[in-house]
C-alpha cells in the first residue's frame, strides 16, 4: 500500500470495497504497450473514460487528453491511483453512479477483477451489463476475455486449475457457465447487452502481457502472410523465452495462421464494441496489428489497411524524424531506425524461413535450390562494387524476409547495419541461421545426420550457387554474435559469451528459446542416436586395434622362432665378415678422398 496523500475528493467509496486487498502487486498488469497504443486511437480528446479493473499506470498517462475515471474493488490500489485519475470510484460495479454516462469503457484487465467480493454479486454478464449501461448512445466498450483454449494453456506445465497463487483467484471461478468461452458465446453475450460487435484482437503471446495484437479478421483470411507468420513467431518465441513449456509455442502459433485458427488459439481477445444505437462507424483507421519491438512500453508500431495494401504507421510511443538512433546502448553493429517504416508499404510474400523448412521437410532439393539461389542472387544484386551490404539488407536473414513470386524483400527495415558487411558473410549468417534452427529444432532434412551446423551451412551455400568456406562461415557467426549482442543490449563480456555460444552449437543441442518438452526429447534423441554412433565406432577401432594387436604377436612368434634356428645361426655366422669388410672398405674409400683433397685444392 502507498503512503502517498492525495486528494480526498478523487476516491469515492460508495461500499463494497475490499479494504486489504490488492489487484497490483501479484499480476502483470495490461494498459502498456500495444494496448496504450489502440486505446489512444479509441479514445478522442476531451473524452470521460471509465476504467474499469487494474490496469498499468502507464495507460493512465498516455490517455491524459481524456477525463478517466478508475472503478476498483482494492482501496489500497485506488490510492495507488488517485494522482494520476480525475477521479477514482473503490467498491465493484454497483458503485457506478446511474446518471453519468461515459464515452469509452475499458476492461483490458477482464471482468473478474472488478467485481468485489464485498458487494452484491453480479456474476460475468451482470458486470457486463453493469458497464454497459455506463455507455452514452453509440459509446464505445473495449473489453478482455481469456481463452479457455488458448496456446498458453496448451504449452503450460502445470495444469491451470493448481495454480494457488493471487493472480488465479476470481470470485466467478474458471468453469462459470455465465462467462463466454469463445468468440461467438462473446458475441451473444455483448448482444444481450444491447451492444454491436466490432473490430476485435488476438493477443498473443500471453494474457495480461500481449506484445502483439492482430485482428481477428485478417488472421483468418491472411494465412499465408509473411508479417503475420514473423509477428506470431517472435510474439511467442520472445514471450515464452527460457521458459519450460509442452511444446515449442512459436510453431504452435505459427501451424494455427497457417490453418486459420490462430485467431481461436489466442490466450484472450480484446473486443470493440459500441453502445446501440451506434453514432457512426467504428473508426476507420484501426490497424491490422500492433506489435511491440521493443522494451515493454516501447517502440510499438501498427500496420494498417490502406487501399494500396498494407502500411507501417509509427504510433506515439515510437520516434518519428530526426536521426537514427538505436533503443540499446551499443551501436557498433546494428541500430533501430523506426523512422523508416512510418508509411511504408508491407512487403507482400511469404516468410523465406517458412518455405524453405516446408520445402525441407519434403526433401525437394529443386524447390530449395531455386528459393537459396534467388535469395543469394537478391543479396547479390544489392551488394556495392567491393561486395559488400549496407543498411537493413546487410541483416536480411531467412526470418526477415519475404518472398512471392521470385521477388524478395526486407519484411522489417527498421533494422540497420551500421558499417558494410560483406555479402558473402551475409549469406552465410543467413544460411547459418537456418540451419542452426533446422539442426537443433529436430526437423527432418534431405541431408546427412553426421553434418555439423556449420557443414550444413557450407552444403547450403553450395545450393545457392555460392563455394562458401569454413571460414566464411566461422565470420558469419562472429558477425551474428555482434548483431545479436547489439540488438540485446550486451555489453562486451556478453558478446563474448555469446560468441562462445554460438561457436558451440550442435546438432544435438535444444534449440534456442523456449524449452520444450517435444524438443528435448528430440535433442535427446538425437543424442542417443549420436552415441549409438560414436559407441559403434568405437568397437570397430577397438576390434581393428585388437586384430592388428594379434598380427604382431604372430609375426613376432615367428620372428623369434627363425632367430633360434640352426638355419639362421648358420646364415648370421656367414653374413656377419661380409658386413665386416664391407663396413671397412666404406671407411678406406672416406679416408681416401679425404688424402686427395689438399691435393686438388693446391692444383686449382
Known sequence: MTTETVPADRIELPGGEMLTWSDLPEKRLVGGGPLAALATRIVPAG??????????????????????TCLLRSYPDGVALASRAARVVVGGPSGLPDDEPFDVVIAAAGLDPVESVEGARLGWSGVLARLSGALRPGGSLLLWVDNPMGLHRLVDTAPWYARRDDAAWSIAGGLDADRPANRAQLAERLAECGLLPGVSFAAYPKAGAATALLDTDHLERHTTSGLLDAVLHGACAGGFADTIVLQDPARLAVDALHAGQAAALAPGWLVLAHRAPAAGAPPADLPVALVQTGPPGEDVVEVVDAPSGWRWRLTGTTGRGGAATAPFASREVAYRDPAALDGQPVPEGRLLRTVLLDAALRRDLDVLR??????????????DPDGRLTGAVALAGVDNTVVSAGRYAVL?????ATDPISADVVLARGLWRFAAGLLTGGYAHPWASTLDVAGLTVVLGGLAGHDLDRATVAAAVETEAAVTAALRGLDADGRVTLATELRAVEPTDPPAGPRGYQQ?????????????????????????????ERALRRADATINLLSGSLSYRVGRLA???ARLAKRGARAAKRRAREALAPKQEEQQ
Open 370 to 383: 531455386e528459393l537459396l539461389s534467388g535469395y543469394a542472387q537478391w543479396l547479390a544484386g544489392q551488394a
Open 575 to 577: 653374413i656377419t665378415p
Open 412 to 416: 522489417d527495415a527498421s533494422w540497420r
Open 47 to 68: 473524452a470521460r473514460v471509465l476504467l474499469a479493473g487494474p490496469h498499468d499506470p502507464a495507460l493512465l498517462d498516455r490517455l491524459a487528453h481524456a477525463e478517466v
Open 520 to 548: 528435448l526429447r528430440e535433442a535427446w534423441l538425437r543424442q542417443r542416436e549420436e552415441l549409438t554412433r560414436l559407441s559403434a565406432l568405437l568397437k570397430w577401432t577397438e576390434e581393428l586395434l585388437t586384430s592388428r
